[in-house]
């Protein structure tokens, strides 16, 4: 279910919320980029930043659901500014825990290094300031989480 946020977002045209819109969008990439290349290779291009981006989102969804569950265990308080007790990706930098700051720097840092290089054509910037940092930020939260289930205890 949607939260308040949705409404935000539709504000300021920050997502593409249709398969219609997001393919209008796409459209319009694909006529630009084939003014210098073939639409084959454009089209090639951007389902491997498709798929780069669809494993990005795989790893951040496991340190969502790592933090989420220490959250639902009750090892993690909800916030009283939070709507919900889960990890709110859009308090930024003032995440209330060492844990989420690390869940903030992977999804709004690294997440989006590994998909500014896999559409500019960069996968070495791609694999080493965006997917690997990804994934250091995944065993980091993996580890937290371990050592913060063992305080409890």
Request: aromatic residues 10%.
């Amino acid at each position: 279910n949607p939260t308040e946020r949705l409404e935000a977002v539709k504000a300021v045209d920050l997502a593409r919320l249709t398969q219609e819109a997001w393919q209008a969008e796409r459209d319009k990439m694909l006529k630009i980029c084939n003014q210098c290349h073939s639409l084959n290779f454009a089209t090639a291009e951007l389902e491997k930043g498709d798929d780069m981006i669809r494993e990005a989102d795989r790893l951040l969804a496991q340190g969502l659901q790592i933090v989420g569950n220490l959250y639902k265990d009750g090892i993690l308080a909800k916030p009283e500014n939070y709507a919900y007790p889960f990890p709110d990706l859009l308090t930024f930098h003032d995440a209330p825990t060492v844990i989420e700051q690390r869940l903030f720097l992977m999804f709004l840092k690294h997440r989006m290094r590994t998909f500014q290089g896999s559409f500019h054509a960069n996968p070495d910037y791609a694999l080493w300031y965006g997917w690997s940092e990804m994934q250091r930020d995944l065993t980091e939260i993996k580890t937290l989480a371990a050592e913060m289930r063992e305080e409890r205890e």
